[in-house]
């Protein structure tokens, strides 16, 4: 290492700092809404800084979208993030392609990652099957850039479903690898968040599989769109079994059906499972089916109808993500700067 890189002290305390963001694949589900909508403008309120973004880079991967699709889902999802409360003046809302470091810190990620680390990744593993030589480069370094994604704004705590975990504790290896080698303590070690009854939402027609805006079955989700007569209809024919709810949660082990419908009411009513099962012991679904589609529709309906409201002012909407890059990038490129420092690239002033 040089003279000109001053490298920080080990035990570096990182400003709290929550980052975390969904890819706009469009068709935003209950599941997004429960799994990570409703928990992103909860952190709001703990008092730590909050940055949210729409991964528009991550959503080429596995394949190009049609660019006006692509537009299109990147403003529904800003506009499903409003609606479910994240507040652009409290937290950074933005389309990650709008702040270059995030792709000029992923090549310098690409080349401190294992290609062994990347190969053990599931999400690689189950996205390109049995047609891996036919992936993309980048849906394979998908990870990489994640992991830029995150530390690129010294991010220490990531709100995460189960399904992300992985990706997560890769960028802890990276972040580590990287003050390892450089011998900094630069790069905080990020912590994945997973809290909350309902992280993991699945099915309404199969309890054992994760609520997919790709599955075939419109019956299958509760779309943040739906309507209020569609959301009753889908939890009537939702899934179940012939027993009525147990006196206790653990009578829900074995009722992945159950467990889901009643994983999905505590989650928007702000109870514990506990707190429902007490309230509905004994009843048959019959009874819980009607109390569960009230709740929903009562909580679903002002999202819905304010992402409609939303999706008629495009321009409102490219505003919003345009300011919160600038405040995300004016974050970013000093990091960026001092990434570069350390590793002993140029930056010349020009202009």
């Known amino acids: 290492m040089t003279d000109a890189v001053q490298t920080p002290h080990v035990g570096t305390k990182f400003t709290p700092r929550v980052f975390s963001g969904i890819q706009p694949s469009g068709g935003l589900t209950l599941g997004n809404y429960l799994g990570a909508l ?4 909860q952190k709001q309120d703990e008092g730590i800084e909050t940055i949210y973004c729409i991964v528009d880079m991550h ?15 990147t403003r529904e999802l800003a506009a499903g993030f409003i609606a479910s409360g994240i507040d652009p003046k409290r937290s950074i809302l933005f389309n990650q392609s709008q702040v270059s470091a995030h792709a000029e810190l992923a090549w310098i990620f690409n080349c401190i990652a294992r290609m062994g680390w990347m190969n053990r990744m599931t999400q690689w593993k189950d996205k390109a099957g049995k047609h891996a030589e036919a992936a993309s480069l980048g849906l394979f370094a998908y990870p990489a850039l994640m992991a830029a994604d995150i530390l690129l704004y010294h991010a220490t705590q990531v709100p995460v479903g189960e399904d992300q975990k992985q990706h997560v504790e890769l960028t802890r290896d990276i972040a580590a690898k ?16 997973i809290e909350g009854v309902a992280t993991r939402v699945m099915s309404l027609r199969d309890g054992t599989k994760k609520m997919s805006k790709s599955d075939p079955s419109d019956q299958s989700r509760i779309n943040l769109t739906d309507d209020a007569d569609a959301i009753s209809a889908k939890i009537r024919k939702a899934k179940t079994d012939p027993e009525p709810l147990p006196d206790t949660a653990e009578g829900l082990a074995d009722r992945p059906d159950a467990r889901n419908l009643v994983n999905i009411y505590a989650a928007l009513a702000d ?5 429902v099962i007490a309230d509905f012991a004994g009843k048959q679904f019959g009874v819980f089916k009607p109390a569960l589609a009230d709740l929903a529709v009562e909580k679903l309906r002002p999202i819905s109808t304010e992402m409609q409201r939303l999706m008629q002012d495009p321009a409102e909407i490219d505003r919003i993500l345009g300011e919160g890059a600038d405040r995300a990038d004016a974050i970013a490129q000093p990091i960026l700067r001092k990434t570069l420092d350390i590793v002993g690239m140029i930056r010349s002033r020009r202009g």
Do not use: M, S, W
């Not at 390892?180 to 994945?192: A, K, L, Q, R, W």
């Not at 109870?271 to 707190?275: A, D």
């Open 38 to 41: 409703k928990r992103f403008a």
């Open 59 to 73: 959503a080429i991967t596995a394949a190009l979208l049609d660019p006006v699709k692509l537009r299109q889902q």
């Open 178 to 193: 990287f003050n390892h080698d450089y011998g900094v303590d630069f790069f905080p070690i990020t912590e994945p968040v």
């Open 271 to 275: 109870l514990t499972v506990e707190q």
